[in-house]
């Protein structure tokens, strides 16, 4: 079977759960935000033969998909006028020579969390999501670098293994996690304005550190 359509079929399963508390990707504006990823996010960046995954938080929140239905988040899965995705594809292609379209990504969490963008999740839940959904995918898609944005993105994927997670950001960026047959799990700070002002505090550019060091990982994975 091919991967696209193990994918689907992962897809499916995500289509026909329903967690208490949560809503439904299918629940907005008739279906129209529903599609056959995990995650509408993939849509953008969706090749399965990438060394590279990446994993956010999660798509969307209940509150922004009750605005006005949004044709570009239908087509390309996000806005690619947002500063996070901006960001993202500034910092892969200066650091990694890659875009978007390049590479795989998907959220952790595949469901719409109530109220709006930054209300916060239980680690519980995401943790079940790892298990669930992004574990899958990486079982897939096979990367070589799966890489996390995020601390609480990144602490869930490790428990998700039975790994402890760390305390701080900075900790988790520096500690890369090898799970076997050459794939590695590294943390980010989130592509958000406010997660990349967090890691510079200061008016240090420890962003730019981070992913010059993670490149130089990448190049190790993909000779």
């Known amino acids: 079977m091919s991967k696209e359509d193990q994918l689907l079929i992962l897809a499916r399963s995500r289509q026909n759960t329903h967690w208490e508390g949560f809503n439904n990707i299918g629940d907005y504006h008739g279906g129209a935000y529903e599609c056959d990823y ?24 209940h509150d922004y ?3 006005p239905i949004d044709s570009t988040l239908i087509e ?7 500063p996070t995705n901006k960001n993202l594809e500034r910092l892969l292609d200066t650091h ?12 952790l969490l595949p469901f719409i969390k109530l109220g709006g963008m930054s209300a916060a999740i239980q680690m519980k839940i995401l943790k079940l999501a790892a298990t669930e959904f992004t574990r899958p995918q990486i079982d897939i898609v096979k990367p070589n670098m799966v890489v996390c944005f995020g601390l ?12 402890k997670g760390y305390r701080t950001i900075g ?31 200061g008016g240090v550019d420890r962003v730019s550190e981070d992913w010059r060091r993670m490149s130089e990982i990448y190049v190790g994975c993909s000779s």
């Open 65 to 67: 998909l009750n605005r």
């Open 171 to 201: 900790e988790a960026i520096e500690h890369p996690v090898f799970i076997g047959k050459g794939v590695s799990i590294l943390c980010q700070s989130h592509p958000g304005q406010l997660g990349q002002n967090n890691r510079n505090k």
């Open 96 to 107: 990694l020579g890659l875009s978007l379209s390049d590479i795989y990504a998907t959220n």
């Open 38 to 61: 995990v995650s509408p996010y993939t849509k953008s960046c969706d090749n399965v033969n990438s060394d590279v995954m990446l994993v956010l938080q999660d798509w969307c929140s």
């Open 152 to 163: 609480n993105t990144f602490n869930a994927l490790l428990n998700s293994y039975a790994m």
């Open 76 to 82: 390309k899965g996000l806005d690619p006028a947002l």
